[in-house]
Each structure stands twice: as C-alpha cells, then as structure tokens.
C-alpha cells in the first residue's frame, strides 16, 4: 500500500511539472527574422548549412536574440530558439505601452533610435527593429535606424538601446534622491 500511494504522488508532481512547462512554452513567442545560407570551405570543397536569426519573447518586457547554425533550417531554428532563451532581458514598460524615455542603441555600425509616443500611434519602424519593439510588448513607439542595414546587427543595437531603459524610481535610487525630488 505504502509504495503505491509514493508512486501516485510521484505521477501527480510530474504531471504537474509537465502542464507547467506546456503553459510556459505556449506563452513565449519567437519570430525568425533571417534564414541564410552560408558556406565553409573544406578540403573536399563547400559545406553548406543554415544560420537562422529569431527574436523570442513573452510579450510583458522580456525579449532576447538567437542565432543558430545547423545543416538543416529546422534544426537551426531549435538551436536559435535555445540561444535566444539563454539571452532574454528584461525592459520597463510604460502604461501606455511605450518606453519611459528616449534611447540610443549601437552596435557594429548599426544605429537605432528609440522614442516614446502617444497612446494609439503604433509601432512605427522598420527591418527587425519592428519585430524586437513587438515581441518585447511595446505598441506605441517611434524608431529609426541609422547606419548599416544589415538585420541581425540592427536588432542588437535595438536591444542595446533596450537595455539602457530606466523607470523614475531606478533613476531616483542611483541618484539617492526621493521621486519628488525628481520633479523639483
């Protein structure tokens, strides 16, 4: 009797385990942004695979950037999905849905600027830098890329720009200020 009671309630705590896991793989969304094919040269001539760029995220402020290669999209999709997971960060969100300030991302020699803007206006931008502010959550926002075109460089320096992002109250604690004194 004893050792049956232990094995159903160690059914019971995987199952539990499992639909945990389920609803947290439903809730996270990946969008790819690049399939590329690319070569390496080897002694019996070109090895073919594929890198493939995503944007994974939850849509609540958490977003992150895969890469992965492999002989294979599909297999290249599941590297990049595990490489972005790895890489998610976490940005404030204002009511509206927009960013708290204004920001300036770089990376390579890609440059994004990021605005803030009115309830209603949208996601106004282009490339990946669109897919990056959407996956992250953000719906009223204006930006603009300067400088190179290529995708994956352009959502990094996105993300750069992302990570500078800072609430009134994490501002009012580096400075060791009250938030009213902000204000003044």
């Not at 599909?74 to 509206?96: E, F, Q, R």
């Not at 300036?104 to 990021?114: E, L």
Request: hydrophobic share 35%; proline share 2%.
């Amino acid at each position: 009797m004893i050792k049956s009671e232990s094995v159903k309630r160690k059914k019971n705590l995987q199952n539990r385990r499992n639909k945990k896991r389920k609803s947290e793989a439903t809730e996270q969304q990946y969008q790819v942004v690049q399939i590329k094919r690319v070569s390496k040269v080897v002694k019996g001539g070109k090895k073919l695979s594929f890198r493939t760029v995503i944007i994974i995220g939850l849509g609540k402020g958490t977003v992150g950037i895969g890469i992965g290669k492999a002989n294979d999209i599909s297999n290249s999709i599941k590297k990049a999905v595990m490489d972005g997971k790895k890489n998610l960060i976490t940005i404030p969100i204002t009511k509206n849905e927009s960013i708290p300030h204004t920001v300036h991302g770089k990376f390579g020699a890609s440059n994004v600027i990021i605005r803030p803007s009115t309830l209603g206006s949208g996601v106004i931008a282009g490339s990946s830098i669109r897919t990056v502010l959407e996956i992250a959550g953000i719906k009223n926002v204006l930006a603009k890329q300067l400088g190179s075109g290529n995708l994956l460089n352009n959502a990094r320096a996105t993300l750069n720009g992302l990570k500078q992002l800072k609430t009134i109250n994490q501002t009012a604690n580096d400075r060791n200020l009250n938030v009213e004194a902000l204000y003044f």
